[in-house]
């Protein structure tokens, strides 16, 4: 049997497990604000639903890794306040943030997401913490599909240029 053959909650977390969950919750922390900004900004109904799907999914997230960064004796990063509520009449119209805008900075963060729980996953060595990065994944990904269906419904989307073969026009 090797070093860390046994139960993974009970093996050490290598430094560069420590870096990558303690970022990842750093910059969660961070998103959830931004998400709760952009709802005080969404005028649309079902992108709004988007947002809150994505704040709860977040602070799901944040609970599970702060049990185990508190379990590993790990300090946590610090949390921002929470952001006020506002009504989107009260906040002026040159001052609001479009509601495509919103949905495509929802789409970028998920994107970032994703690579951020491929890399904590690939550098793991502790199959609890792989695990955990995992199920993140998942459901990023089935968030982001929500979020790509959206775009494509509400005319959000704007696709860069498609690429035609030159042989096709022959």
Not at 85 to 110: E, K, Q, T, W, Y
């Amino acid at each position: 049997m090797g070093i860390l053959s046994g139960n993974p909650q009970d093996e050490p977390m290598h430094y560069g497990e420590v870096f990558g969950t303690w970022n990842y919750l750093l910059t969660a922390k961070g998103t959830i604000g931004g998400y709760q900004v952009q709802l005080n900004h969404a005028g649309d109904e079902d992108l709004k639903k988007l947002l809150v799907e994505s704040i709860e999914g977040g602070q799901a997230e944040i609970k599970q890794i702060e049990g185990l960064l508190k379990e590993n004796g790990i300090g946590l990063p610090p949390t921002p306040p929470e952001p006020p509520h506002a009504c989107l009449d009260d906040i002026p119209v040159g001052a609001r943030m479009a509601d495509n805008a919103i949905a495509a900075a929802l789409a970028a963060n998920i994107a970032s997401g994703l690579v951020a729980c491929s890399t904590n996953m690939g550098q793991s060595i502790r199959e609890d913490i792989a695990m955990m990065f995992g199920q993140f994944h998942l459901q990023k990904a089935q968030l982001g599909a929500k979020v790509l269906r959206l775009n494509k419904e509400k005319g959000w989307l704007i696709p860069p240029p498609l690429h035609k073969d030159k042989n096709e026009n022959c």
